[in-house]
């Protein structure tokens, strides 16, 4: 049998809107980890996917007149589109409508009720259909005639509850807790961090009780015929989405090769997530769920903590919040001058530099470029830069072939790289970022004492040659330790220092592989400075790609304050009576689906909510936005103009967009700032 495989998962995501930073946080996480096993020379099987039989789900998808399945295909898809472009290493993708995943979960519950493990009866008590969880009437409180969560953690819904009574089937979770309290006791590992494995303990010893697995929906994976009274049910989303853990490796599959896989890969070594579904679903019904079926519990459970926004939750409903990670690391790059795998990179890094990982974090848009400014460009941006550029003037791009003392720089490397070893082990991704940039700091400040410029006319080119066999020792070792967190950067780092594209941990410290007579390609700007950085262009380049570029492309740009203020024309003001502006009807609405027009290179057309009614509305917006980008967003449409054709489809409004000339592209949408509903009047 071979060695097992490092299984690392995290969790599927709801396909209800596109992802946000918060879910690429996971996912960058996950990716880090895999990669650095990898490197390690670990076979690895990193599972990510999406859950797709939520009642929300098919919820959102009736609200916008879709068929859910095809709109899970749709959003299913675009999640994976973003994994992909923030170059997330996963070795499987998991649908929860996948034929492979339903055969599974109904086999499970089958086994589960022949195992005696479950119970008809009948659930009368309150859901969130936001959070897909029931709660007891203990956990809520009343309001003005409507049920809401009592304590609502920031991640979950203020919403009123709906009341659900129906025939239900429940999993005995009640028989687990004292199973479960010894586990963790005898196991002290596998709850991290220490906070979420004391709110676990506290949570199970407060008492467990049995847990309604089915719904009477239509939308799910129908109950297996063995159950009784399991007509019309489907299981509940969160029962059966766990089990994806157990589906997508081939648990109960009738394809041997897959079987084959599930054998070498359980249990899985990591399992990752957010704290909002680490004690209540993962920590506590996931491992019971597989003690009812005999099946081993997971080596580590470790939920990381939330991201604000420059302070404030993530919300639809406050877009300011709402970062999607492709868009921003476009910005970066579009304001670096890089490439956009580099503005990746960089987003990556500061994801995981700046906070330690279990805690919670407020991710700042200038706190990134800023991040990106001191430790990328100035940092190892510039190391590299100056080692290469004195080898290529001094040396001719040669590694020389000189011996003499050494300055200390590969002996740092060295004695760093069991900790940072440790620290991706341990999931202490700052941590190690902290001591590999102590590595870095210490290359450029020996730079400075070295003074290598004043000695090469001084005549000492051994000394050189040793300073700067050195400092691409350091080169080498940042193109190996950070590759798991900036694997596009680092991969260029490596081409630049000519070192072989296979690349592995131990590579980090192999000293040969960089001998005297290697040449090295002469320098070129890994992580090209931002010339200019404040609130505002942070901003702006996230509401207006384009009005960022000339920012990018000189650095001695005025900055857009300090622009004299337009003079006012001696041209009479072409005023218009307060009557007449008073005819146009200006509402908000709530964009529900959005879609590019066939054969229109510049039309969307979007499905918008007037609170009243459902409009459609076609807007000059597809060259500035992705459809996905819009979906969800308030805007402010006119609702009284005269519903025209265009391009063979019916626009029943204008919806308002900003441009820095009359002309210019719509880059900035109008929107509102405050939380109101859809069809709210503007005056
Ligand atoms: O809960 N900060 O899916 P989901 C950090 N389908 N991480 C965040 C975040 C934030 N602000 N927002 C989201 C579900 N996340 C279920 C999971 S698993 C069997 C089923 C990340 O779409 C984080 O990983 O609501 C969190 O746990 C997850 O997204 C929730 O994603
Ligand atoms: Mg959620």
Sequence with gaps: MSEKIFYITTPIYYVNSTPHIGHAYTQIAADARARFERMRGREVYFLTGTDENAEKVARVARELGREPQEFCDELSAAFRTVWDKLNISYDDYIRTTEERHRKVAAEIVAQLWNNGQLEVGSYAGWYSVSDETFFRTEETVERDGARYIANPTEDQSKLPLEWIEESTHYFKLSNYGEFLLDYYRDHPDVLGPESRRNETLSYIRSGLRDTSISRGLDWGIALPPVVPQGQGHVIYVWFEALMNYLSAPGYLSDDPKRRELFERCWPPDLQLMSKDIFTRFHATLWPAMLSAINVPLPRALFAHGFWTVNGRKMSKRD???????????????????????????????????????????????????????????????????????MLHQYFEGVIPDVVGAQLGLLQSAEDAGPDIAEDFSTLNYSGALNRIWEVVALGNRVIEEQKPWARIKAG??????????????????????????????????RSLIALPDAVTWNNAIAWNLLPAGHTCLPPQPLFPRIPKITEEIAMEIETNPDAAAPVAASQTAAPATEAPAAEPTAEKPNYIEYADFAKVQLRTARVLSAERVPKADKLLRLQVDLGTEQRQILAGLAQYWEPEALVGKTVVVVANLAPRQMRGFESQGMLLAASETADGPPGGLVTIDTDLPPGSVIR
């Design 460 to 493: 000492e080119t051994n000394e050189v040659g040793m300073l700067l066999r050195e400092l691409l020792g350091v080169c080498q070792w940042c193109s190996v330790t950070l590759a798991p967190i900036m694997p596009h950067a680092m991969n260029r780092l």
């Design 319 to 389: 877009p300011e919040t709402i970062i999607e990670p492709v868009a921003f690391a476009g910005h970066i790059a579009k304001l670096a001058g890089c490439d956009f795998e580099t503005g990746v990179d960089a987003l990556r890094y500061y994801s995981l530099r700046e906070v330690t990982f279990g805690s919670d974090g407020d991710f700042s848009r200038v706190g990134c470029l800023n991040r990106y400014n001191s430790d990328l460009a100035n940092g190892l941006g510039n190391l590299v830069n100056r080692a290469l550029s």
